[in-house]
């Protein structure tokens, strides 16, 4: 594509609408454009390359992300938009190694098999529930402080009262806390597992989950292409001017 575009031609070039490509410029998300003799906006093949970086980082890395990346990159600023880029990385690994936490947290509720359940008895009051998972009261009464487990209060007393599904909660805390996994991880577990009522159903929630983080990672990875191919461009910002040697 020859130098000396229109906007309307870039726009056609991307599939989007002249109004959006004044817009991005407006906006510096690509950089500072040329005026032709009767003042419209002449744009050049770098252009189109920064408009293709601009659409795959937004879609790798979301449109905040791209907008700090593309106005960094176009003023010049490239430790910025590294930076900026960086920081969706380490997101991407922070919630793969959370996936990967409650994966292996819940092959530890599976391996224990199903919850007994209480059939014929009322709730249990502390003491007895305390029992029942082999741990203490003051830790049953930690992990509701945590948020982990929420027990019933009895009318008039207050005393707490732990049904089935606050028994089973907290036998899974228990034995995540014993294969020591964080309080966090934990917490995690215990949501999907209220949501679902299942641990099968939470893993093939995961499993979604998994390929979704494969899918954006792919997403950056061609995004990371795109917008190595404007910096290497002639005509980005504070792209290198050809050496006497590379001119002859």
């Known amino acids: 594509m020859a130098d000396g575009l229109r906007v309307g031609d870039l726009a056609r070039s991307a599939g989007v609408s002249a109004q959006r490509i004044r817009g991005y410029a407006d906006d510096g ?6 005026r032709s003799a009767g003042g419209y906006r002449v744009f050049t093949e770098a252009h189109r390359v920064a408009l293709a970086a601009l ?6 890395y979301g449109w905040p992300t791209a907008r700090t990346v593309m106005r960094a990159v176009c003023s010049g600023e490239l430790e910025t938009a590294l930076a900026a880029l960086d920081a969706g990385h380490a997101a991407l690994d922070r919630e ?14 599976l391996a224990d098999g199903p919850v007994e ?13 305390a029992r029942m998972v082999g741990v203490r009261p003051p830790v ?5 402080a945590r948020g982990l487990l929420r027990p019933e209060r009895e009318a008039g007393t207050g005393y707490r009262r732990y049904g089935r599904t606050e028994l089973h909660a907290a036998r899974v805390v228990a034995l995540l806390r014993r294969a020591h996994h964080p309080l966090a991880t934990i917490e995690a577990v215990l949501a999907e597992l209220r949501e679902t009522g299942s641990p ?5 929630e995961l499993g979604r989950r998994d390929r979704e983080v494969t899918r954006r990672s792919l997403r950056c990875l061609a995004a990371s292409a795109a917008l190595h191919a404007f910096l290497e461009h002639p005509g980005a910002p504070g792209a290198a001017a050809p050496s006497p040697a590379q001119g002859r």
């Open 29 to 34: 998300l690509l950089p500072p454009a040329g």
């Open 55 to 60: 659409r795959e980082v937004a879609a790798g």
């Open 96 to 109: 793969r190694a959370e996936l990967a936490a409650l994966h292996t947290a819940l092959s530890v509720v």
């Open 117 to 129: 359940p209480v059939a014929g008895r009322r709730a249990l009051r502390i003491g007895e529930a």
């Open 140 to 144: 049953l009464r930690l992990w509701e």
């Open 200 to 204: 099968d159903r939470v893993l093939a």
